[in-house]
C-alpha cells in the first residue's frame, strides 16, 4: 500500500520537469497550472498536422489519426469546438470555409485530410459528387440509428391513425413527442413504409 504523505514524482508533460505537483489537463498531467495552459496554446496548424498520417507521399491520402466519428470523419477542437477534421485542414489550406459550402473529398475517403483531396462545393455540387460517385443515400428509418421507431412500429402506427385513433395516445404507446406521429400522418417522414389500403 502506498504512503499517501509522500508525493509521487512526475514528468511534467509540458516542460519536462520532475515535480510532485500534480495539475490534470485533460488526461495528461502538468506541473503547473502554467503548464496546463501552455500546452493548450500550441497552434492549431501543430496540434493538427501532428495527427496526420502523410506517409503516402503528397498524392495519397492523409488519413487522420486522432478522434473519429461513427460517420469515419475525423474531430478536432477547434476555436472553441469540436469539427470536422477535413474542414479544419481546408481551412489551414485555403483559408475560410465560403459561406453556405461543404468541403467535399475528390477522394471519397471520410477520414482523409489532404488539403490536394479536399474542394469547397455548395450542397447541389456535393449531391452532384456523391451521385457521379454513386453513393448510396443516408440510411433512413430505423438504419439511421437516431430513430426511435422501426418499420414496424410505423406501420402498426399508420395502421392506427387510418382506424381513426388520436395521435397523442399513440405517441404516449411508443415513447414518442406527438409531433413526430403527425408528421408520420403527413407523410413527411418515414415515407419508405407502404401506406396501409
Known sequence: MRDESTPTT??????????????????????????????????????????VDRSGGEDACWEWQGNRHVSGYGSVRHNGRVEKAHRVAYE?????IPEGHYVCHHC???????????????????????????????????RSGMSKLTEFDVADILRRLQRGEKQK????????????????????????VPRPK
Open 10 to 51: 512526475i514528468r511534467c508533460k509540458h516542460c519536462g520537469k520532475e515535480c510532485s505537483a500534480r495539475h490534470t489537463g485533460g488526461q495528461r498531467i502538468y506541473c503547473s497550472r502554467q503548464c496546463v495552459w501552455a500546452a493548450k496554446r500550441i497552434p492549431i496548424e501543430d496540434r493538427f498536422w501532428s495527427k
Open 92 to 96: 489551414l489550406m485555403y483559408g475560410p
Open 108 to 142: 471519397d475517403n471520410p477520414p482523409c485530410v489532404n488539403p490536394a483531396h479536399l474542394f469547397a462545393g455548395t450542397p447541389a455540387e456535393n449531391s452532384q459528387d456523391r451521385e457521379r460517385k454513386g453513393r448510396r443515400e443516408p440510411a433512413r428509418g430505423s
Open 169 to 192: 395516445p399513440i405517441a404516449a404507446l411508443y415513447g414518442v413527442d406527438f409531433t413526430l406521429i403527425s408528421m408520420i400522418k403527413r407523410n413527411k417522414i418515414w415515407r419508405h
